[in-house]
């Protein structure tokens, strides 16, 4: 974990350099629109391992604040910077009491989470009844999951400490914790290589980029 917090503290000077790309601006809108899909329009809202906050700041509203929450100092003072409200703390050790939280959810943080199940668990005491968790995860069996296996696997300084999980792997952590998934979606069904961006959003997810799932506590 420690090693994970420092490549991203390493990486927070440029992290945002890809999100102003021509195609990495596409690839935000489309997983931002995923992301809008499945989350409430309104309450208060939490991003674990938000970074630094260009997501929540595309999804806060006036009728949905989002507090950004990440381990990385240096990530999470972006996010602050941005006006955003901002928590130095990680996953499995949330700073809010019980039923805080209208809704939760996590942008490519999955692939670095050492006991997914336990952060999943830490969500839901500190959410409200019958709260949402989304979680957004890149799909190993898609052209974009393997570029980033392959670019782990030559020692890249972030996803080299990157485990990607399928949605039937994701499924299962979430019911560990207590969650049953009700929808999920896929998008970015071109590969990195492609100048143009596959945005729409598919219900079968097979091939997609990433998928995005909802879930909510059973029991």
Known sequence: ?????????????????????????????????AVERLI????????????????????TDLDRVIVCLDPSLEMISRAAGRGLPSVAAAGDKLPFRGGALDFTYMVAVLEFLGDPAAVFKEVRAAAKACSPITVMFINPESAWGRFYVEI????????????????????????????????ALGTLTTGPMEADVGAEL???????????????PVG
């Open 1 to 33: 974990m420690r090693d994970t917090v420092r490549a991203f503290d390493s990486a927070a000077g440029g992290y945002d350099d890809w999100y102003r790309h021509p195609q990495g601006a596409k690839v935000l809108k489309a997983e931002l629109d």
């Open 202 to 216: 598919r219900t079968r997810c097979e091939g997609c980029g990433v998928i995005a799932v909802r879930a909510r």
């Open 40 to 59: 409430p329009s309104r309450g208060l809202g939490l991003e674990i391992g938000a970074g630094t906050g260009v997501f929540a700041q595309g999804l």
């Open 152 to 183: 782990g696997s030559r020692g890249d300084p972030v996803f080299r400490h990157a485990r990607l999980r399928s949605l039937g792997e994701a499924e299962a952590l979430l019911g560990e914790a207590g969650y049953a998934v009700e929808e």
